[in-house]
């Protein structure tokens, strides 16, 4: 349970942050749809290289999701089918993030999110347990809110370093409900907005100077 005091301890551990330089937002429907299966527990390079590749090479033929689909529809559901729709699609071997691709694309068709306009509203009108937890395997509270905070929803994603920075301030381990609530009201106590926060914790982990205090 999260009280006064660690809302406290986290706010002021967070004080001292640069802003944020940049922007994650993301509007492009297919692009978020391979973020989704790629931004999770894989180096950073590597996500920018995969989407610099479907950027250069893919990018005309796969607008919509009937695009995509046609695209799975090249390839069997199993491991060969799916290393070489990686390939195809990001230029590397990561084919169960392909698979989990094909899984997220179901699913959002199912329930009629089939374009930018549609999952964004969807990000802002669901919550991870009851309208996405369990939906593709593998897929987790940290990978639901990186989706729907680059939709707008004013959150934070539950990752190492956030998870790091908080339990250190605060002096014990969290759950992801109770990173993401301590978090969120740390940045509300400095003013800020809780995505700009999650952004700030980021880029300084990115850059080697994310700060973990010492209760």
Same mark, same amino acid.
């Given at each position: 349970?999260?009280?006064? @005091?660690?809302?406290?301890?986290? $706010? ?8 944020? /330089? ?11 749809? #391979?973020?989704?299966? #790629? ?10 290289? =995969? ?11 796969? &607008? ?17 089918? @799916?290393?070489?729709? $990686? ?11 392909? +698979?989990?691709? &094909? ?6 068709? =199912? ?12 990000? +802002?009108? =669901?919550?991870?347990? @009851? ?18 905070? &680059? ?17 250190? $301030?605060?002096?014990?381990?969290? =759950? ?26 980021? /880029?300084?982990?990115?850059?080697? $100077?994310?700060?973990?205090?010492? @209760?």
């Amino acid at each position: 349970m999260i009280d006064e @005091n660690d809302i406290e301890r986290v $706010a002021v551990a967070a004080r001292d942050l640069p802003p944020a /330089e940049g922007t994650y937002l993301e509007t492009d429907y297919i692009k978020n749809l #391979l973020e989704t299966v #790629l931004d999770y527990m894989m180096q950073t390079p590597v996500v920018v290289r =995969s989407l610099e590749y479907f950027h250069a090479n893919r990018w005309d033929e796969i &607008r919509t999701v009937d695009d995509l689909e046609r695209t799975f529809e090249r390839f069997p559901d199993d491991k060969d089918g @799916n290393v070489a729709l $990686a390939f195809h699609l990001w230029g590397n071997r990561h084919w169960t993030r392909a +698979h989990q691709l &094909r899984d997220l694309a179901r699913f959002f068709r =199912s329930i009629g999110v089939v374009d930018a306009e549609t999952l964004k509203s969807w990000a +802002h009108d =669901s919550n991870f347990r @009851n309208d996405f937890e369990g939906r593709v395997k593998g897929l987790g509270p940290a990978v639901y809110q990186w989706l729907v905070m &680059r939709q707008g929803v004013d959150t934070v994603k539950p990752d190492v370093h956030v998870h790091r920075f908080a339990a250190a $301030a605060v002096g014990r381990t969290l =759950s992801d409900d109770d990173v993401v609530e301590v978090v969120v009201k740390a940045a509300a106590r400095l003013g800020v907005p809780a995505h700009e926060l999650d952004w700030q914790l980021w /880029e300084a982990a990115r850059g080697g $100077a994310l700060p973990y205090p010492t @209760n």
